[in-house]
């Protein structure tokens, strides 16, 4: 993240015009060519016609005797269930890690080498049953750091005492737009045996289930990738010739939990169609080298220094406190920082997968005067989530996705408040598949769209993506080819142009919040993580 990222430099456009706005609106199917340049969806093979767009039986989403019920189209496809996103797959308390290593008082002079020093000492000590090595505890006041901390080793938790002024603080030293924390490294998929096809002729959004041409080498309990590569056909069939490559795959990290004859069943649904008319998806074993049980809690980080850099405006997007890389299963708790750039929270990176953001705030970023607005919680890699968040800036993307993730990730109960410019949120570039946005606040547009050209090629940004009970300024969700996104329970003027899933616009619906929801009925529980 030292070099400048690779990211937009263009703001996106301005959708809520006032004659852009359509209020009232029902349920919407596909119609019509989705906007910015997407194909028209018409009724040829494997693209969906109005008909097979909607729910089979009535809504998307209902209740009966306290539990979802789950409308599906003439496909097989839902809504997915994103309660797998968060430490440990989700409803998992984090846990109390005792401390092992404490810093001195901070002084006037820099203490980037004295808390490395301790993490340093922490990451050496064994690693206990609990996966936790122990925690580095840090005093009350302002730590001054002229560099960067790394923290690239599992079982150790970075400890303040508190995000409040009287509190703990790392302030970034130095003009220079930069990762004050990084943790972990980067790492690599490795295939582990045989690569089997999947045989089916499609699976569908939310499927556990797969039939394979062979079994062998296989057992539950197996950790496994089901890889959907990327083919021009595809790209051809949502109309991003030219904007896509079929240069990438989504891979969907997850575990055999049964196997029956050449059908396996998964742990967590996928986010995305299987479909054999456009891809070879397969499933293998895989190694992929990740440290785990890391946290960072309670403290605050400010980094305006970093505005003072003589290039931050080109640099601005490296101004960020922490990015996770080789990562999973781990957190960060009540923290807060102030005055970042470009990616203010950035980095639950691509590598990423089943990390906590809980109880945080992303508070007065720092942008320029470009066109290029920063992204204030920026979810990546999969089953990742955001909860209980705040942010405040001048012009942001304040909930967004990078692209090319599998999913699921979500963001849960998180506010945006205006401080001049209009917010947005929604996926920024490239497919980014499964996203929740549940009980988000946003002053400004929540936006779920085909972005096109824009940026260099952004194209479809979501897709089977869900807003819940969003309460906008107004909201638009497009609907693309082979997929499905979904706004329900939504408020806000709905914009023109939307073509996608709308399910009680203006109101918002039972449950309170879906993400919540679909861990109870899997039998856990959102409070007894968020009381943590």
């Avoid at 910015?36 to 729910?55: N, V």
């Amino acid at each position: 993240m030292d070099q400048v990222r690779n990211r937009t430099r263009s703001r996106r456009y301005a959708w809520a015009s006032a004659g852009a706005v359509v209020a009232g609106v029902a349920a919407v199917v596909i119609t019509q060519a989705a906007a910015q340049g997407s194909p028209d969806t018409g009724t040829g093979a494997g693209k969906r016609s109005a008909a097979s767009a909607s729910p089979v039986g009535g809504a998307w989403i209902s209740t009966k005797g306290g539990r979802l019920v789950y409308g599906r189209d003439a496909q097989g496809n839902r809504v997915p269930d994103y309660s797998y996103a968060g430490y440990e797959g989700g409803g998992v308390p984090l846990p109390k890690v005792a401390t092992r290593v404490t810093v001195p008082a901070p002084g006037a002079g820099d203490a980037t080498a004295a808390i490395q020093a301790a993490l340093d000492k922490a990451s050496a000590l064994p690693v206990g049953k609990d996966g936790v090595r122990g925690a580095v505890q840090l005093a009350p006041g302002s730590y001054h750091i002229a560099g960067q901390l790394h923290l690239d080793a599992g079982g150790v938790v970075l400890r303040g005492a508190g995000s409040g002024a009287s509190g703990t603080t790392l302030v970034a030293d130095t003009a220079t737009a930069r990762t004050l924390i990084t943790i972990g490294k980067k790492s690599s998929y490795t295939r582990v045996g045989d690569a089997e096809p999947v045989t089916d002729g499609y699976v569908p959004v939310g499927a556990t289930g797969l039939t394979l041409a062979g079994t062998t080498g296989l057992k539950v309990g197996d950790e496994v990738v089901v890889e959907r590569p990327t083919t021009q056909a595809w790209i051809d069939a949502i109309g991003m010739h030219g904007i896509f490559t079929p240069n990438w795959s989504l891979r969907f990290e997850r575990k055999i939990t049964a196997i029956k004859g050449r059908r396996i069943t998964l742990d967590v649904p996928l986010t995305n169609a299987l479909e054999k008319q456009y891809t070879r998806a397969t499933v293998y074993r895989y190694s992929f080298p990740r440290i785990d049980h890391v946290g960072i809690e309670d403290l605050s980080l400010d980094g305006r220094a970093m505005a003072a850099a003589p290039d931050y405006a080109k640099t601005f997007y490296n101004a960020a406190p922490w990015e996770f890389n080789a990562v999973q299963d781990s957190w960060i708790a009540g923290v807060t920082w102030r005055h970042f750039g470009g990616s203010g929270q950035t980095a639950l990176g691509p590598q990423s997968r089943r990390i906590s953001v809980l109880r945080t705030q992303a508070l007065d970023m720092l942008t320029t005067d470009s066109s290029a607005r920063s992204e204030a919680y920026l979810l990546q890699g999969q089953q990742n989530l955001v909860q209980d968040c705040a942010v405040t800036a001048t012009k942001v993307h304040a909930f967004t996705t990078y692209g090319r993730q599998a999913g699921p990730n979500s963001f849960v109960d998180c506010k945006a408040t205006l401080v001049k410019d209009t917010y947005d949120a929604g996926g920024h570039q490239r497919w980014g598949s499964g996203t929740l946005y549940d009980n988000v606040t946003l002053d400004g547009s929540l936006l779920l769209v085909n972005n096109g050209t824009r940026g260099g090629g952004h194209g479809w940004s979501d897709a089977n993506s869900t807003a819940y009970n969003c309460t906008t300024q107004s909201y638009m969700v497009q609907e693309p080819p082979t997929a499905h996104n979904w706004a329900i329970g939504c408020t806000g003027a709905l914009q023109s142009g939307s073509d996608g899933q709308v399910q009680s616009p203006g109101h918002h619906t039972l449950p309170t919040s879906l993400y919540a929801q679909q861990l109870a009925d899997r039998g856990l529980s959102a409070d007894a993580v968020t009381r943590r």
